[in-house]
């Protein structure tokens, strides 16, 4: 043995690490560490309860070697540097700090392109449960898998990183300090959801917000309410397998009792709210409780549904003005803020855009609920963007819990009328499967909302032809005639040729514009040929029977290093407004103007 392996050795067992950890190999130091692979199952219905906020400057450091796991960062303890009698790799990372939400691609400019894992950790202030309560950490969202360890105990993994998760760390919550530490891994991996190759920013991070919370034993842990064929129908789930009596209250409107049996209970309260619309966004407030337990929510009662060509907004014909959105900023990247927020959707009021495609991934809680409020529709979706590894289990169980994840997470927001379950995967077999599969998760999690996803052109039969469609509400296309494919022939062509069961929304359409070059409407990248594409595309989707609306790509310049142009340099100039988020380029009066003309709801 080297001289240098043993001091190695001897280094180790001082630190009481066990083996020398060097010679193993990734999966070997990580197996411990995959589980439990946290899922929807552990979520908590959040409505009106009082979380402490652990959002502030955490501890960092950037793990590139997967160090942390294979030298058990988290079993350390924060005894200072000089205090050691041997060296080692971490302390605890207490010489700089980064900002919780946040992403650290925007912190320093040598971590804009960091890819891979990081250590976040703090100390916080908590009093152990009693009562058989239980504590929760409630992280809004990690990009793209984070492990959690709580007073150096590992608490759970999650993987998704656009989803609010839950660590139970009632076991391990001590009166007085705690310390929390977070491995967040923003790897781009080709068997996760989305794969390794997407055309927008990988922003690792704690990005969302991070809570504390408890609950009693037995809890709400979902709550479902929506309007009904007759009246509004209340499905309660509960922590566990408990019975006993619920009660639900709409104020103003009805109070009432659920029985609950084996932890479940649902019901229809003959009731008659005042609907939800974009011209009348009236919200009630809704309460539930258990024993101990109650939680509250706003909520917006509405009905979507189709019926042959058609979609329905409280069985009125509806058409879509609509507009993408990513998550991306300049400033700050993936992090979104109510200002953020409302700003997206007054760029949208002043399109006379109704709906918002919330692009590719689950946005910030905050989007379906201010959305609510202004009375504006939104697609949400996962991201099965682009070739997903379809015929590996595993990503499908990823892209399910996500969709779990979403799922429960706005069920209660009337503003979301579409599911999104994928964009733009070729049809295969294995794809074929594998939407079939979400599409009835979708479906089972909540039937009162349509099923969509993003499809492709079939260029074999040049149709709108795609063997997802037979099992989605709503036909997404995404086509870009006039951008990556010359002229307009091609879409009268493709429309003419096709002829669906169901309704069609354009689901993505645009062409990139550097703001502030102009010139002739048909030079690529002028403001003017922009103008002119989306013109030109919003008139022959408004004049095609079975196509209820268009969903223009997008609403601001975003971040992707796919766009290396000498016009482009990293970000993606399909924005109507440029990556300042208030520069609008020509294309966003030229849409208003459209959205005037077409898809106006008929009166
Ligand atoms: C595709 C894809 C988008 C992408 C767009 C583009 O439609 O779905 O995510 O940004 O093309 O080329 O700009």
Do not use: T
């Given at each position: 043995m080297f001289e240098s392996e043993k001091l190695m050795n001897e280094a180790t067992r001082a630190q009481g690490?066990?083996?020398?950890?060097?010679?193993?190999h990734d999966e070997d130091f990580e197996a411990p560490f995959m589980t439990p692979h946290l899922t929807s199952k552990g979520s908590v219905f959040m409505g009106g309860r009082n979380a402490v906020s652990l959002n502030g400057n955490w501890r960092f450091v950037i793990d590139p070697m997967r160090e942390g796991l294979r030298q058990r960062w988290?079993?350390?303890?924060?005894?200072?540097?000089?205090?050691?009698i041997v060296p080692r790799d971490?302390?605890?990372?207490?010489w700089q700090t980064i900002p919780v939400p946040g992403c650290w691609t925007m912190q320093r400019g040598e971590w804009l392109r960091y890819e891979g894992a990081a250590w976040y950790s703090r100390e916080f202030e908590a009093d152990a449960p009693t009562g058989g309560d239980r504590v929760f950490l409630r992280i809004g969202a990690a990009n793209e898998r984070a492990r959690v360890f709580v007073n150096g105990a590992f608490c759970g993994l999650h993987i998704g990183g656009s989803t609010p998760f839950f660590i139970d760390a009632t076991s391990q919550i001590q009166t007085g300090n705690n310390l929390v530490m977070i491995e967040v891994d923003s790897t781009r991996r080709s068997e996760a959801v989305p794969m390794q190759h997407t055309d927008w920013f990988n922003h690792g991070g704690l990005y969302r917000d991070v809570e504390l919370f408890t609950v009693p034993?037995?809890?709400?842990s979902h709550l479902f309410v929506r309007l009904a064929e007759n009246g509004v129908a209340v499905d309660l789930t509960l922590s566990s397998g408990e019975d006993g009596t619920a009660i639900i209250a709409i104020e103003g409107l009805v109070k009432a009792r659920i029985t609950v049996h084996a932890g479940t209970g649902s019901t229809v309260l003959d009731c008659t709210p005042e609907l939800w619309s974009p011209d009348n966004p009236k919200l009630y407030n809704v309460t539930a409780s258990f024993d101990a337990d109650m939680v509250t929510d706003k909520v917006g009662f509405r009905t979507i549904e189709r019926k042959g060509r058609k979609i329905l907004l409280n069985g009125n014909p509806l058409s879509l003005r609509g507009i993408g959105v990513h998550e991306e900023d300049r400033d700050v990247g993936k992090c979104s803020d109510e200002a953020d927020i409302r700003r997206r959707f007054a760029h949208l009021k002043d399109l006379g855009a109704n709906i918002a495609r919330a692009a590719h991934y689950p946005h910030h809680e905050l989007v379906a609920r201010i959305a609510d409020e202004m009375g504006i529709l939104l697609w949400e979706e996962i991201p099965v963007y682009w070739a997903i590894a379809f015929d590996n289990p595993p990503t499908f169980d990823n892209a399910r819990n996500q969709l779990i994840e979403l799922i429960r997470r706005d069920a209660n927001r009337a503003s979301v009328i579409l599911w999104g379950v994928g964009n733009e995967n070729a049809d295969t077999d294995a794809r074929l499967s594998f939407m079939r599969g979400l599409v009835e998760t979708a479906r089972t999690e909540d039937p009162s909302r349509l099923v969509t996803a993003a499809c492709l052109i079939n260029r074999e039969t040049f149709r709108i032809e795609d063997r997802l469609a037979a099992h989605l509400d709503v036909i997404g296309l995404n086509q870009y005639f006039g951008w990556y494919e010359p002229g307009f022939e091609g879409l009268e062509r493709l429309l003419a040729n096709s002829n669906p069961d169901r309704p069609v929304v354009i689901s993505e359409t645009g062409a990139d514009a550097v703001a502030g070059l102009n010139g002739p409407d048909t030079r690529l990248f002028t403001e003017e040929y922009q103008a002119r594409i989306l013109t030109r595309q919003v008139e022959i989707a408004a004049r095609t029977k079975y196509v209820v609306g268009t969903f223009i790509w997008l609403l601001y310049d975003f971040r992707t290093d796919r766009r290396q142009t000498r016009h482009q340099r990293g970000w993606n100039l399909k924005g109507v407004v440029a990556a300042d988020k208030t520069t609008r380029k020509l294309g966003f009066a030229a849409l208003t103007r459209a959205y005037q003309q077409h898809f106006r709801d008929p009166e």
């Open positions: 690490a066990g083996d020398p950890f060097w010679h193993l988290f079993e350390h303890d924060n005894h200072s540097i000089d205090e050691w971490y302390d605890d990372g207490g034993a037995v809890h709400i």
